[in-house]
Each structure stands twice: as structure tokens, then as C-alpha cells.
């Protein structure tokens, strides 16, 4: 059984930093690709960034192209999300998520495995 189990949100203040964590279990993840998404108050989730766990390839939503960067540790079987010069509109609650394919996958409901999510508060 598939568990994404996502950490280090908080509230930080704008032009902050804050890294995105999560750890996961229960499978061989060599052929998956991770994307954490976020889920702001009234708005639906939108996609953030992509990262295929053989090879690395990354991809990014325009909005945080620059400030933010996927990564992936495969001894600790972990994907991180680094968010440098966060903005209030950053505020959300942020997911990561799993599908099995070789691809950059983009669509939230494409994904087959979702964390239960951890809030990022950007003050002004």
C-alpha cells in the first residue's frame, strides 16, 4: 500500500523560505513520477511540480518556475520541494502526490496516490 506522508509546512514571512517534504512507502517508486500540487482557500488544486524518480527529469507550474525546485533522495525514498521567495499568494495547503508512468505528469486527477497535505502560510 502506497503512503505519501508530507511535512515542513508552517508559517513563514513573505521572501522566506521554506522546504516541502515527503516520505514514501510501500512501493518500489523507480518508474513513478512525484508532483506536489497546492489547494489555496476557494480555489481548486493546481499543479506546482513534477519529477520523474528515474533520471530526475522536473517540471514546474509558471508561477513558481525560478523560486521553487523538486528534488528526490532515493536512499531515503523522500521528494522534496524547496520554496524560496514565497509570496502570500503561496499560501495553501500543499499535496504530494504519485502516478506509475514515465511521464511529467501535470493533471491532479491523473494521480493514483495522494498525502493528506501540509498547510504553507505566506504573511504579508
Known amino acids: 500500500q502506497v503512503q505519501l506522508v508530507e511535512s515542513g509546512g508552517g508559517l513563514v514571512q513573505a521572501g522566506g523560505s521554506l522546504r516541502l517534504s515527503c516520505a514514501a512507502s510501500?512501493?518500489?517508486?523507480?518508474?513513478?513520477?512525484m508532483g506536489w500540487f497546492r489547494q489555496a482557500p476557494g480555489k481548486e488544486r493546481e499543479f506546482v511540480a513534477a519529477?520523474?524518480?528515474?533520471?530526475?527529469?522536473?517540471y514546474y507550474a509558471d508561477s513558481v518556475k525560478g523560486r521553487f525546485t523538486i528534488s528526490r533522495d532515493n536512499a531515503q525514498n523522500t521528494v522534496y520541494l524547496q520554496m524560496n521567495n514565497l509570496t502570500p499568494e503561496d499560501t495553501a495547503v500543499y499535496y504530494c502526490?504519485?502516478?506509475?508512468?514515465?511521464?511529467?505528469?501535470?493533471?491532479?486527477?491523473?494521480?493514483?496516490?495522494w498525502g493528506k497535505g501540509t498547510l504553507v502560510t505566506v504573511s504579508s
Open positions: 519529477i520523474r524518480w528515474s533520471g530526475g527529469s522536473t
Open positions: 510501500g512501493r518500489t517508486f523507480s518508474s513513478y513520477c
Open positions: 502526490a504519485a502516478k506509475q508512468t514515465l511521464r511529467l505528469e501535470r493533471l491532479s486527477t491523473n494521480m493514483d496516490y
